[in-house]
């Protein structure tokens, strides 16, 4: 279905497929046992030592109109896979998958641009599976080990895809409308106060739903906003 190409080490699998977009097919998955460099959202570094599992997807639609909803179908996917070794996760709107209030796993989706068109979009995992010790990350994280989940990571890997590469087609075709149930179920925050954080700003409100564009629409005191991106404090 998807070639998978594997690694002992490499700076950043997101930065592998970035470098090497013209000469991989479509679907083409990279994982590596370490990264040097591993990224996270927003500038931040993603801590990733043996244990953890580490992928990048690379994505070459033919329609480019739902890429974050793109993003927003592997959190839920890692969610569903999760579901499969008896673990009860959320997601953590974007696109943040966590079990109690910890990190299980993040995802960094970044776009490829070429002669001024978006022409790929590389999706990068990260899932905490086999780690001990996850005091060093700098946020609550927890791994499926530690949940007492053992589990592969290239087993983990394949449940996760199979589940993406099923929805992927018509996620590409109708965008969020066809995950919106599904995530919502999974999304514990809605009728809650939250605070989203963009950068510097901080929205509170109470979260009131998902949009069929995927956003979140959060009651301030100034109205009803559209969040498109953000991070939430919770
Ligand atoms: C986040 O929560 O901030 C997103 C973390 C994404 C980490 C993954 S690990 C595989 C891929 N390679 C990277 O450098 N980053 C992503």
Redesign the pocket.
């Known amino acids: 279905m998807s070639n998978i190409l594997y690694f002992e080490t ?6 592998y497929l970035k470098e090497h977009v013209n000469e991989l097919d479509d679907k083409t998955v990279v ?2 046992e370490t ?1 040097t ?6 500038d ?1 570094q ?1 801590v ?1 030592q043996p244990g ?5 997807v690379l994505l070459k639609p033919t329609k480019i109109d739902f890429l974050a909803n793109v993003t927003q179908l592997m959190a839920l996917c890692v969610c569903q896979a999760a579901e499969q070794y008896a673990v009860q996760p959320n997601l953590k709107w974007p ?2 998958v966590q079990v109690a209030g910890k ?1 299980l ?4 989706s970044e776009t490829i641009t070429q002669q001024g068109r978006i022409t790929a979009l590389v999706v ?4 905490n599976i086999a780690q001990q010790d996850l005091s060093h990350v700098g946020q609550p994280a927890v791994s499926l080990r530690e949940l007492g989940v053992h589990v592969a990571k290239e087993d983990f890997l394949q449940v996760v895809l199979n589940l993406f590469f099923q929805s992927y087609p018509a996620l590409v075709a109708e965008g969020f409308p066809i995950i919106r149930l599904a995530y919502k179920e999974r999304f514990p925050f809605l009728g809650k106060q939250i605070v989203v954080k963009n950068g510097a700003c901080a929205v509170t409100g109470i979260a009131r739903d998902l949009s069929p564009a995927g956003t979140l629409l959060l009651q301030t005191k100034d109205g009803l906003q559209e969040i498109l991106i953000g991070d939430l404090l919770v």
């Not at 460099?37 to 927003?42: E, H, K, S, V, Y």
């Not at 796993?105 to 960094?108: V, Y």
């Not at 990068?124 to 899932?127: F, I, N, S, T």
């Open positions: 490499l700076d950043s699998t997101q930065t994982t590596t990264q460099a591993g990224r996270g959202r927003f931040r993603w990733s953890g599992l580490y992928f990048s696109n943040d990190k796993c993040g995802i960094l990068g995992v990260g899932v």
